[in-house]
């Protein structure tokens, strides 16, 4: 028996282990199955040189559990190893200064396992106890045992084995137990080995017998050793790509298309991507993806790459809008920090990146040319994913404009190009913008868009996630271009082709319109209204909501971008505009003026006066220097216009009280209330019943 240290210049190498890759505890498995397979590998590789002429016999790899024992053991059929290779791959921890190695990396759990050869030792984080039986494929070579207790002192013994191959034996530490149920660690084998390139066996398969599930004499093999991605594009069919599409993800509705990836040069890459079904589940659709490498996962986290400190970086094997598709990707030249759990950003890294987006445009492009039909039925699903891109890839737009579509309210589609084409006629405004009008509710904003319709303006429907952000991209790519909603503004103003028609009303008449129709504005929580007077013409609708497309650009902008929080915290500001040429406007404003006209005269007058005068003395102490400027002018100007803010709120009182008893004032609130969907509860129930009694 031999007995010695493991060749670590510190004893807290186990106990570093433990710690500080506690979260990272199922990943042992995965490095000892992944260890099982390449000793596998290299034994058949052996075997295909000459180097080894006897049978192979049965290469599978087999785990299993002992619940008893508290063990879980991992055997092969692999090349194993001789007792001095023990002491060169197990005993010698291959990497100096390890003091200040683990010191370094203490508080990152990812920069310990795997690093120096250490992948062996990831199985101490879940084992009180490990012990390795191997024999070696070279003739003549005997059995070893080698084990150890989580402490730098090991034992090699002499032991029984009749062939090649290693077994490891794990004896499962007391707050590990989890990993001793089989339905854990059916759920480990199926997340990290289900495509490793050798069989590997968990138990036996079941079936139903006597009133209960027995085990058969057949191998349970979790694994595809041939997973579609390493087969041929030209051997595959439609249903193949699907099969493992439901394979991968079995609550998934079918995807729309796929991409097979085969690339050797400058860099090693196979995979298959897929579009899924997608409209409005941005976040629910991320990290579908997932990374192998030689066939044995790694993540599914790909946007989470790290520069060498360990920090976050941006960039990623797949950008960030990328990051919606499904599928996988498996090459060998990634560079994968210590533990394999996130990628390192590197010039390949950028490089595979690049090389992905370009696939993906020009299957879309190739798509798109091919059958323009099924492309557009399938547009819905993914145009949140091609937005995404436009948003986030600085270089996207310039290979996504080709494929891009619009659709318009009718249902039909058009590229970027026939749409410009379609109205530079019609929706140009006095200053040779072209505006694109747009809707985010066919519903909702039915009336607005009938009414630009009627007009002669086609409307685009904008309901997905990211059209709305994406508008500001687009006009910054786009030449003297606007964007603007149909209820924006009125529809006479929405494509502004001259000055706007100024209104016949005196300025005290148009105050006084406005003013009827404020005082009977509801309070709402977060909205604010602002009444204005124009001339839209007889044959528009007496009183329309709109509101202002910058304002509300932004805060929608602020759901998405940080730093724009103050925009979602501000009040929606709605315009209610009084059309000053419609007879029902007309005739309020009659019955007001008729109503109040003995009241409002003298008050006016007053206010003029008081106008008049502030106004004076405004001009009188204009030129003076703030000092020079007495108290007595002082007051006088504070005593004006405390009288003229008097005079206003007598004649405000004196409106509403008028206004409150016009029934055709809140009738015409209310239904421009009605029409945007802002009338509920008691105010609707009002509504309904003022209905009635008007038809009367």
């Given at each position: 028996?031999?007995?010695?240290?493991?060749g670590?210049t510190?004893e807290?190498?186990?106990?570093?282990?433990?710690?500080?890759?506690?979260?990272?505890?199922?990943?042992?498995?995965?490095?000892m199955?992944?260890?099982?397979?390449?000793?596998?590998?290299?034994?058949?590789?052996?075997?295909?040189?000459g180097?080894?002429?006897?049978?192979?016999g049965?290469?599978?790899?087999?785990?299993s559990?002992?619940?008893?024992?508290?063990?879980?053991?991992?055997?092969?059929?692999?090349?194993?190893?001789t007792?001095?290779?023990?002491?060169?791959?197990?005993n010698?921890?291959?990497f100096?200064?390890?003091?200040d190695?683990?010191?370094?990396?203490?508080d990152?759990?990812?920069?310990i396992?795997?690093?120096?050869?250490?992948?062996?030792?990831?199985?101490?984080m879940v084992?009180?106890?490990?012990?390795?039986?191997t024999?070696?494929?070279?003739?003549?070579?005997?059995?070893?045992?080698w084990?150890?207790?989580?402490s730098?002192?090991?034992?090699?013994?002499d032991a029984?084995?009749?062939?090649h191959?290693?077994?490891?034996i794990?004896?499962?530490d007391?707050?590990?137990?989890?990993?001793l149920?089989k339905?854990?660690?059916?759920?480990?084998l199926?997340?990290?080995?289900?495509f490793l390139?050798?069989?590997?066996a968990?138990?036996?398969?079941?079936e139903?017998?006597?009133?209960?599930?027995?085990d058969?004499?057949e191998?349970n093999i979790?694994?595809?050793?041939?997973?579609?991605?390493?087969?041929?594009p030209?051997t595959?069919?439609?249903?193949?790509?699907?099969?493992?599409?439901?394979?991968?993800?079995p609550?998934q509705?079918?995807?729309?298309f796929?991409?097979?990836l085969?690339?050797?040069?400058?860099?090693?890459?196979?995979?298959?991507?897929?579009?899924?079904?997608?409209?409005?589940?941005?976040?629910l659709?991320?990290?579908?993806?997932?990374?192998?490498c030689?066939?044995?996962?790694?993540?599914?986290?790909l946007?989470?790459?790290?520069?060498?400190?360990?920090?976050?970086?941006?960039?990623g094997?797949?950008?960030?809008?990328?990051?919606?598709?499904?599928?996988?990707?498996?090459?060998?030249d990634?560079?994968?920090?210590v533990?394999?759990?996130?990628?390192q950003s590197?010039?390949?890294?950028?490089?595979?990146?690049?090389?992905?987006?370009?696939?993906?445009?020009?299957?879309?492009?190739a798509?798109?040319?091919?059958?323009?039909?099924?492309?557009?039925?399938?547009?819905?699903?993914?145009?949140?994913?091609i937005?995404?891109g436009?948003?986030?890839?600085?270089?996207?737009y310039?290979?996504?404009?080709?494929?891009s579509?619009?659709?318009?309210?009718?249902?039909?589609?058009?590229?970027f190009?026939?749409?410009?084409?379609l109205?530079e006629?019609?929706?140009?405004d006095?200053?040779?913008?072209?505006?694109?009008?747009?809707a985010?509710?066919?519903?909702?904003?039915?009336?607005?868009?009938?009414a630009?319709?009627d007009?002669?303006?086609?409307v685009l429907?904008?309901?997905?996630?990211?059209?709305?952000?994406?508008?500001?991209?687009?006009?910054?790519?786009?030449?003297k271009?606007?964007?603007?909603?149909v209820?924006?503004?009125?529809?006479?103003?929405l494509?502004q082709?001259d000055d706007?028609?100024?209104?016949?009303?005196?300025?005290t008449e148009?105050?006084n319109?406005?003013?009827?129709f404020?005082?009977q504005?509801p309070?709402?929580?977060?909205?604010e209204?602002?009444v204005?007077?124009?001339a839209l013409g007889?044959?528009?609708?007496?009183?329309v909501?709109?509101?202002?497309?910058w304002?509300?650009?932004?805060?929608e902008?602020s759901r998405y971008?940080?730093?724009?929080?103050?925009?979602g915290?501000?009040?929606?500001s709605?315009?209610?505009?009084?059309?000053?040429?419609?007879r029902?406007?007309?005739?309020?404003?009659?019955?007001?003026?008729t109503?109040?006209?003995?009241?409002?005269?003298?008050i006016e007058?007053?206010?003029?006066?008081?106008?008049a005068?502030?106004?004076?003395l405004?001009q009188?102490?204009e030129?003076?220097?703030?000092?020079?400027?007495?108290?007595?002018?002082?007051?006088d100007?504070?005593?004006?216009?405390?009288?003229?803010?008097?005079?206003?709120a007598?004649?405000?009182?004196?409106?509403?009280?008028?206004?409150a008893k016009n029934d055709i004032v809140?009738?015409?609130?209310?239904?421009?209330?009605l029409?945007?969907g802002?009338?509920?509860?008691?105010?609707?129930?009002?509504?309904?019943?003022?209905?009635?009694?008007l038809?009367?």
């Open positions: 028996m031999q007995k010695g240290n493991i670590v510190t807290n190498i186990f106990p570093v282990i433990k710690k500080f890759l506690y979260s990272d505890q199922e990943i042992f498995l995965r490095e199955v992944s260890n099982a397979v390449d000793a596998t590998q290299k034994m058949k590789t052996l075997a295909e040189k180097d080894y002429k006897q049978e192979l049965d290469l599978t790899v087999r785990v559990l002992d619940s008893d024992k508290g063990t879980i053991t991992i055997s092969d059929h692999g090349i194993g190893m007792e001095e290779e023990i002491d060169k791959y197990i010698q921890i291959a100096s200064g390890v003091t190695f683990l010191e370094k990396y203490k990152n759990a990812n920069n396992i795997g690093h120096f050869g250490l992948g062996f030792y990831s199985s101490f084992s009180k106890k490990v012990e390795i039986v024999k070696s494929y070279k003739e003549g070579a005997k059995a070893v045992k084990s150890c207790d989580g730098p002192a090991y034992e090699i013994d029984e084995r009749a062939d191959g290693s077994d490891i794990l004896y499962i007391d707050d590990s137990k989890e990993f149920e339905y854990k660690l059916e759920q480990l199926n997340k990290y080995c289900k390139p050798v069989p590997v968990f138990g036996k398969k079941t139903w017998k006597d009133g209960k599930q027995v058969t004499d191998d979790i694994n595809n050793v041939e997973p579609l991605w390493t087969k041929a030209s595959l069919k439609d249903e193949d790509y699907k099969s493992f599409y439901r394979a991968l993800y609550m509705d079918e995807p729309l796929w991409i097979h085969n690339v050797d040069y400058p860099f090693n890459l196979t995979g298959i991507l897929y579009f899924p079904r997608i409209k409005n589940s941005l976040e659709q991320k990290n579908k993806i997932q990374l192998y030689n066939q044995v996962f790694v993540t599914d986290q946007e989470a790459t790290r520069k060498p400190d360990g920090t976050a970086d941006s960039g094997i797949v950008p960030e809008f990328l990051t919606l598709l499904h599928g996988v990707i498996d090459s060998p990634i560079p994968l920090n533990s394999r759990s996130y990628l590197d010039r390949k890294v950028k490089q595979i990146s690049t090389y992905i987006t370009k696939k993906v445009a020009d299957r879309l492009k798509i798109f040319n091919e059958d323009r039909k099924a492309y557009e039925e399938k547009w819905d699903h993914m145009k949140l994913f937005n995404y436009i948003l986030t890839e600085e270089n996207f310039d290979r996504a404009k080709e494929f579509l619009f659709k318009d309210t009718e249902g039909k589609y058009f590229t190009d026939e749409y410009k084409a109205i006629a019609s929706q140009k006095k200053d040779g913008n072209l505006i694109y009008l747009y985010t509710d066919k519903d909702e904003q039915y009336s607005y868009i009938r630009a319709q007009k002669g303006y086609s429907l904008f309901d997905g996630q990211l059209d709305v952000p994406c508008i500001q991209t687009l006009e910054q790519k786009f030449e271009s606007r964007f603007t909603r209820d924006a503004d009125t529809v006479d103003h494509i082709k706007k028609p100024k209104s016949n009303l005196s300025d148009r105050d319109l406005s003013a009827v404020q005082s504005m309070k709402m929580e977060k909205a209204f602002i204005e007077v124009n007889e044959e528009q609708r007496p009183v909501i709109t509101q202002n497309e304002m509300r650009r932004m805060k902008m971008q940080s730093g724009m929080s103050f925009y915290q501000m009040p929606d709605y315009n209610l505009v009084l059309n000053s040429d419609h029902l406007v007309k005739q309020v404003l009659e019955d007001a003026q109503a109040l006209a003995e009241q409002l005269k003298p007058g007053e206010i003029k006066g008081q106008e005068r502030l106004a004076a405004n009188q102490t030129k003076k220097k703030p000092e020079e400027i007495t108290q007595e002018e002082k007051d100007k504070a005593n004006t216009q405390k009288a003229i803010d008097e005079q206003k007598k004649k405000e009182a004196l409106i509403s009280d008028y206004a809140h009738q015409l609130i209310d239904l421009a209330l029409q945007n802002m009338l509920k509860g008691e105010a609707l129930d009002k509504f309904l019943r003022r209905s009635v009694d038809i009367k």
